[in-house]
C-alpha cells in the first residue's frame, strides 16, 4: 500500500517514535482523510505484481527508444550518453543528479510505451542478492538479440553512435561546454576516448575502461547464475544498510558521519582533497555496478555495461537506482520525524548545493530542459511519485539513531607505526559494537590513493590484524572488515594523486574485535588493504585511516 511524506508528518502527530518504526509501521499508512492528493505515480518493488507489470512496459519502451535514430536524445544508447557526460560519483550531487536523471526517463518511457502510469520499480537487493528472473527476458537483458545490430562489435557501435555524437556536441552552449571542460572533456573525441577506453595520457587503450560493451558480454551475471557473490551480499546486508542510513547529517567533512559523499564545488569535479565515499554510494552502490558488469570475476576487463559510465545501456541500472533513491527517502522520512535537518545546514552551503546547474537532462517529448538547478529535484514531487511497500519497511530501515547519541560520537584517529595503521578502540567501545542490534557503532574511514594510468584495480579488500602472509581473504574470514569498490575509471581530468576515502562499517563478526576486549584500555586494530579476488593478490598502502566510535 502507499505511504507518502504527507502521510508520514501526519503519522509523527499521533505516534511516538517507539511506535513509529516498529515492524510494518512505515508501511501502514493510508491516504490522507481529508482527501489531500497523494503522489500521481507510484514505485514498486519488483518482485510485486505491480512491479512485474511495469516491466512489460518497460521492455515496450526500450523498444520504441532503439528504434528512434541516434540523432534522437531518447534514442536508447543516446540517453546514456547523458550518464557518461554528467553524471556525478562521490559527491554530495550523487542522490540528487540521479533522481533528475531517472525521472526523466521515467517519462520517456510512458510516452514511448503507451503506458500512462509508468514508474520505475525498484529493486530491493538486500531482500533480493541476485538479479531478479524476468530482467533476463528479452529486451531487459543488455545480451538480447535485438541490441546485436548496434552493440555487436565497436566497429558497428561506432558507425551508429560516433557522428551523431559529433553533432550533438557542435549544439552544445557555453554553459554545457565549460562544464564538460571541468570533467576534461574538450571535445567530442574526447568523450569516445572513455567509450573505446583509451588513455590519451598513456596513449593507450585499457579494456577494463572502455565505456562500450559487445552485445554478448554485456552482462556479466547470467539467467543461470543470478546471484551475488558473498562480497557483494555482503555489501547490500542489513548491517551496511542499516549503517549508510545512520548518519544523522547530510554532509560532514567526516565521512562516517555524512549520509552523503564528498562536498565539492561542481558536480563533475573532484574535492580538493580526498574523495570521500559515504556508506550508501561506496558499498551497495559502487559493489552492485561491477558485481553485474564482472569486476573480479572478469579483471582487467573489458566488462560488462554496468561498470562504467554507460551502465545506463543495462535496463538493470534504473531499477538499482530507483532503490538508492527509495533509500534517500527512507532517511529523509527518518530525519524528519526526528525533527532532524533533511539538507546541509549551513546558509552558504545550502545554496551552494541547492543552486548547482544541471544542462543536459531531457524529457519525455525529446527537448532538452535547458539549465536546472539541483534544488528542484530534491524531492519527490519534483516527479509526483512516492514509494510502495507490500510488505513494509525492513528492519534494517527501521532502526534510528538517537540525535544526542549520534553528535556525541568521536573519531578515534590513527597511528602509522612500521609502515602500518593503527586504531587503538576503548574496549567499551568494542564491547558495545559486539552488543549492538541496530547500526554499527563502529565505523572506519580508509583513505587510499586510487590507481591511476595502466593499473586498473578497481576493488580492494580491508582487513583488519590479518597475519602479514594473508593476502586474500573470503567474505567469511575473521579479517575481513567488507570491499571497497571504485564505480568507473578516473576521469579524464583527475589528477595522479588522488587519495579517495571509505566509510566502512566494521562487522561485528572480526576475530580482532572477539579477541580481548575485556576490562578497561584499548583493542588495537590494524588495517591493511589487499587486491580484492580475480587479481593477483598484493597488498596496497593505507594512508589514512580512522574509527567513529558512537557513545555507550
Known amino acids: 500500500m502507499r505511504y507518502t511524506r504527507r502521510d508520514f508528518l501526519a503519522t509523527t502527530a499521533t505516534a511516538s517514535l517507539a511506535s513509529l518504526f516498529a515492524p510494518s509501521a512505515l508501511a501502514s499508512g493510508q ?7 497523494v503522489a500521481r505515480f507510484h514505485r514498486h518493488n519488483v518482485t510485486s505484481p505491480e512491479g512485474q507489470r511495469m516491466l512489460a512496459s518497460y521492455a515496450r519502451g526500450i523498444q520504441a527508444m ?14 546514456a550518453f547523458v550518464h557518461l557526460m554528467d553524471c556525478p560519483h562521490g559527491n554530495w550531487w550523487f542522490y540528487v543528479w540521479h533522481r533528475g536523471y531517472v525521472g526523466y526517463f521515467e517519462q520517456t518511457i510512458r510516452e514511448l510505451s503507451g503506458d500512462r502510469q509508468f514508474a520505475m520499480p525498484y529493486w530491493d537487493w538486500t531482500e533480493l542478492p541476485q538479479i531478479p528472473v524476468a530482467m533476463f527476458d528479452g529486451l531487459l537483458t543488455p545480451t538480447d538479440k535485438a541490441y546485436t545490430p548496434y552493440t555487436r562489435n565497436l566497429a558497428v557501435f561506432t558507425q551508429f553512435m560516433k557522428p551523431a555524437l559529433q553533432r550533438h556536441w557542435n549544439t552544445l552552449d557555453s554553459g554545457q561546454r565549460q562544464q564538460l571542460s571541468l570533467r576534461g572533456y574538450n571535445s567530442a573525441e574526447d568523450v569516445w576516448n572513455d567509450v573505446t577506453g583509451y588513455n590519451a595520457k598513456e596513449q593507450t587503450g585499457i579494456s577494463g575502461n572502455a565505456a562500450y560493451a559487445v552485445t554478448c558480454g554485456a552482462r556479466y551475471l547470467w539467467r543461470e547464475h543470478p546471484g551475488f557473490d558473498p ?3 555482503s555489501a547490500v546486508s542489513a548491517d551496511t544498510i542499516r549503517a549508510g542510513l545512520s548518519p544523522v547529517e547530510f554532509n560532514n567533512p567526516d565521512i562516517s558521519r555524512s549520509f552523503t559523499s564528498s562536498r565539492t564545488t561542481s558536480h563533475v569535479l573532484q574535492p580538493d582533497g580526498a574523495t570521500k565515499f559515504s556508506v550508501l554510494e561506496g558499498f551497495p552502490h559502487n559493489k552492485v555496478h561491477n558485481c ?8 582487467p576487463g573489458p566488462y560488462g555495461n554496468m561498470t562504467n559510465f554507460l551502465s545506463p545501456l543495462d535496463p538493470i541500472f534504473y531499477l538499482h537506482h530507483a532503490n538508492m533513491d527509495r533509500l534517500w527517502d527512507v532517511w529523509t522520512r527518518r530525519q524528519q520525524a526526528f525533527g532532524r535537518p533533511i539538507m546541509p545546514t549551513d546558509a552558504a552551503e545550502r545554496r551552494q548545493f541547492m543552486d548547482e546547474p544541471f544542462r543536459f537532462f531531457v524529457n519525455g517529448l525529446g527537448r532538452y530542459v535547458g539549465t536546472r538547478p539541483a534544488a528542484e529535484f530534491f524531492s519527490t514531487t519534483a516527479f509526483d511519485y512516492d514509494y510502495v511497500y507490500g510488505r513494509g519497511v525492513r528492519a534494517a530501515e527501521q532502526a534510528a539513531t538517537a540525535p544526542n547519541a549520534a553528535k556525541a560520537a568521536r573519531l578515534v584517529r590513527s597511528k602509522r607505526t612500521d609502515g602500518a595503521v593503527r586504531v587503538a578502540v576503548p574496549n567499551e567501545a568494542v564491547r558495545a559494537h559486539l552488543a549492538a542490534t541496530g547500526p554499527r557503532m563502529l565505523i572506519a574511514e580508509v583513505t587510499l590513493e586510487r590507481p591511476h594510468g595502466l593499473h586498473n584495480t578497481r576493488e580492494f579488500d580491508v582487513l583488519i590484524n590479518a597475519p602479514a602472509d594473508v593476502t586474500s581473504v573470503s567474505a567469511d574470514s575473521p579479517y575481513y572488515a567488507g570491499t571497497v569498490s571504485f564505480f568507473g575509471p578516473s576521469m579524464a581530468a583527475m589528477g595522479h594523486d588522488h587519495p579517495t576515502t571509505f566509510a566502512v562499517p566494521l562487522p561485528q ?7 580481548d ?33 558512537a557513545p555507550h
Open 231 to 233: 562480497k557483494t551480499a
Open 31 to 37: 491516504s490522507a482523510s481529508d482527501g489531500t492528493a
Open 66 to 79: 532503439l528504434a528512434l535514430p541516434a540523432d534522437d536524445p531518447r534514442n536508447w544508447f543516446r540517453n
Open 509 to 515: 563478526t572480526l576475530g580482532a574485535l572477539r579477541a
Open 517 to 549: 576486549a575485556a576490562g578497561g584500555g584499548s583493542t588495537t586494530l590494524e588495517i591493511r588493504l589487499v587486491a580484492s579476488s580475480g587479481q593477483a593478490p598484493q597488498s596496497f598502502p593505507v594512508l589514512d585511516a580512522a574509527i567513529l566510535v
Open 292 to 299: 553485474i558488469g564482472g569486476v573480479g570475476a572478469v579483471d
